[in-house]
Nanobody
Framework: VQLVESGGGLVQAGGSLRLSCAAS????????MGWYRQAPGKERELVAV????????NYADSVKGRFTISRDNAKNTMYLQMNSLKPEDTAVYYC???????????????WGQGTQVTVSS
């Protein structure tokens, strides 16, 4: 599975951005997907996750009510709509996907290369 993010950029505080994550390869095996971010000098943190069917989502407290995660399995693409952006949202945003081999029970993790989001005050 290969993941490619797009949609990052520079935006003023209060603005919006929409990130996309396009999956290719063995996409049929993908289960849950999510967005993580890593700011300079900080550890990578979970932003939002979504189940395969898109029926369940979870968000970090810091982005609840401002960010919305979604996915279009027909297009093998996941999105992150980010509204009311704050300077503290500045980070590299990474797409993550996981799949499980039912026979072995092993879980596989895949990461995109990241896209920079910079929010100016």
């Amino acid at each position: 599975v290969q993941l490619v993010e797009s949609g990052g950029g520079l935006v003023q505080a209060g603005g919006s951005l929409r990130l996309s994550c396009a999956a290719s390869g063995s996409t049929f095996s993908i289960d849950a997907m999510g967005w993580y971010r890593q700011a300079p000098g900080k550890e990578r943190e979970l932003v939002a996750v979504i189940t395969n069917g898109g029926d369940t989502t979870n968000y970090a407290d810091s982005v609840k009510g401002r960010f919305t995660i979604s996915r279009d399995n027909a297009k093998n693409t996941m999105y992150l709509q980010m509204n009311s952006l704050k300077p503290e949202d500045t980070a590299v945003y990474y797409c993550h996907a996981q799949s499980e081999n039912v026979k072995s029970g092993r879980t596989y993790h895949y990461w995109g290369q990241g896209t920079q989001v910079t929010v100016s005050s």
